[in-house]
């Protein structure tokens, strides 16, 4: 995937101080925003927030506009990582930074081990890249730069502190209500596990509806999981390392088919994809349900050039809106 570079620099003047942003580089994943300046105070203190949506890479830049002054610098970047704001109930992952010695030189790349990475000096006209890997699961990252500034004898220390969210925008959470729909599969480690795009929570409450009135003796539909509040990939064992990433960007939902009769399960089916889904029977986390994408959620989101992609066959997938009737993908699907 291509990588969103980011260029944040501190202009230092002895004019009144102030602290120009350069600018955002979109490469195809976000809208591109404009270059922005703010006031900042004497140690030039910079505060920049923005967010990338899991599955995406960043590059933080640390340096200086160009200008005719003659001097050195160092930078010392701390990150801190905090993921129970995603909705994550359990110990936050360590970060995966790596930073190029030779920038701009991205052929070459040194992994970013410890608290603390410290810059070598560096002339005004350098700049010190970190780059971070993918990242699917959501989470908040808050990345400091703690600049060391040696300007014909005097020193002074600026800052950027650059406020990084990887989440799914946009998400919104399913209310309960017991009497279309019961909501299931909320863990210690996730508590909050059904939120999704306006457009799915609406096809699913839809689909409740269309059930209880096609199936009006039987149990309400079940919906396991839909995706965190901030989506991105989830970690059923809380290890970090099984990471879902079909339930990312609230735009699939686990459908329960416990107890139902082989009956129930084909009209079940028949209502999934006639109300705009795509649905799988696929092992997930030892549960028994549907796997249903909605279908304009997820070809807006690959228009969009999101890393999203449906289940596939070597993950023990079976795709059931064209399983034929008696062929084996239909006897799993339905249960026959």
């Not at 291509?2 to 580089?25: N, Q, V």
């Not at 979109?26 to 990338?52: C, F, I, K, L, Q």
């Not at 993918?134 to 502190?161: C, I, M």
């Amino acid at each position: 995937m291509r990588k969103l570079g980011l260029i944040a620099a501190l202009c230092l003047t002895a004019s009144p101080a102030r602290a120009d942003i350069l600018g955002l580089i979109d490469r195809g994943m976000v809208n591109p925003r404009p270059s922005s300046s703010t006031v900042a105070g004497p140690e030039h203190h910079v505060v920049y927030d923005y967010s990338v949506i899991p599955g995406g890479t960043r590059d933080f830049g640390f340096g200086f506009a160009r200008s005719s002054a003659v001097f050195q610098w160092s930078v010392d970047v701390t990150v801190e990582i905090d993921a129970g704001k995603a909705g994550h109930n359990h110990n936050d992952p360590p970060p995966r930074l790596f930073y190029y010695p030779n920038w701009p030189d991205e052929k070459t790349m040194a992994k970013f081990d410890g608290v603390i990475l410290r810059s070598a000096q560096l002339a005004q006209d350098q700049s010190f890249t970190v780059h971070m890997a993918p990242v699917d699961h959501a989470v908040s990252l808050k990345v400091v730069g703690a600049f060391t500034k040696n300007f014909y004898g005097r020193v002074s220390h600026p800052t950027l502190t650059y406020y990084l969210d990887v989440r799914t925008p946009g998400l919104v959470r399913m209310q309960k209500n017991e009497r279309l729909y019961r909501l299931t599969g909320v863990t210690a480690l996730h508590p909050e596990i059904h939120y999704g795009s306006t457009a799915t929570v609406a096809a699913l409450t839809d689909l409740a509806g269309a059930w209880k009135t096609a199936y009006p003796y039987a149990s309400v539909i079940e919906i396991a999981a839909i995706s965190l509040p901030w989506g991105g990939a989830v970690d059923a064992k809380g290890d970090w390392k099984t990471m879902n990433i079909h339930h990312a960007y609230g735009i699939a939902a686990d459908i329960g088919r416990t107890g139902l009769s082989a009956q129930e399960k084909a009209g079940l089916i028949k209502l999934l994809c006639g109300g705009g889904f795509y649905v799988y029977n696929m092992p997930e986390s030892g549960a028994e349900h549907y796997h249903a994408v909605h279908r304009e959620e997820f070809r807006t989101l690959k228009e969009l050039r999101w890393p999203v992609r449906l289940p596939a066959k070597a993950e023990g997938a079976v795709y059931c809106c064209s399983a034929k009737a008696g062929s084996p993908a239909w006897r799993k699907c339905a249960g026959f």
